[in-house]
């Protein structure tokens, strides 16, 4: 059976990777994506470096993986400048509470956000992933809606089992379902 051309190849796609326990989804995410033909620049926050190691992605995307802001960069450029001009889409999986509030807010303290404040008039796609009670949380809440205010397409999160045992909603989606979701959005941005 002929293998069905994806609409993905030669698309740049940067992930940024926040700080929950879904970044290990994350790493699904990029390999489904590679493997559609799709070039994979990986931005991690400090606190996904805790959680999963920077190698996972450059395996799976063969591409180098950044984490700072103080990186010396191999050929001068700004670097989170750089990054977001290079991306046709960005997907945040997962996207934390705390990078919501970023995002939503201009606050740029570390690589993720200050190149995410530089990608506004990208193609953005969020995949929240916390605790329920966070989820829910009013200020959580404020962010989500001025985030879908400004375009930024969120999906998710679902309900299932979180990492504190509790079934409730706010685990990220599926790399299944995000890869769907992003194969609307370049199907809008890179027509055939």
Not at 71 to 95: F, G, M, Q, R
Not at 136 to 142: E, H, W
């Amino acid at each position: 059976m002929a293998k069905k051309k994806s609409n993905l190849n030669n698309v740049n796609i940067l992930l940024g990777v926040a700080g929950g326990i879904a970044a290990y989804k994350a790493v699904d995410l990029a390999s489904k994506l590679t493997a559609q033909g799709t070039k994979v620049t990986t931005v991690m926050t400090q606190a996904a470096c805790r959680l999963i190691q920077p190698k996972s992605f450059e395996a799976v995307t063969a591409s180098q993986v950044f984490t700072s802001l103080w990186t010396l960069p191999l050929n001068y450029k700004i670097e989170h400048v750089e990054l977001a001009e290079s991306a046709d889409l960005v997907v945040v999986a997962p996207a934390t509470a705390n990078i919501l509030a970023k995002i939503a807010n201009g606050i740029c303290d570390d690589l993720l956000s200050t190149t995410l404040a530089a990608c506004w008039k990208k193609p953005l796609l969020l995949a929240p992933a916390m605790n329920n009670n966070m989820w829910t949380n009013p200020a959580v809440q404020k962010n989500i809606k001025t985030l879908r205010q400004r375009n930024f397409q969120i999906i998710g999160p679902e309900t299932g089992r979180l990492a504190c045992g509790t079934e409730a909603i706010g685990r990220m989606a599926e790399p299944e379902k995000i890869l769907k979701a992003i194969e609307k959005i370049v199907a809008k941005i890179k027509p055939k």
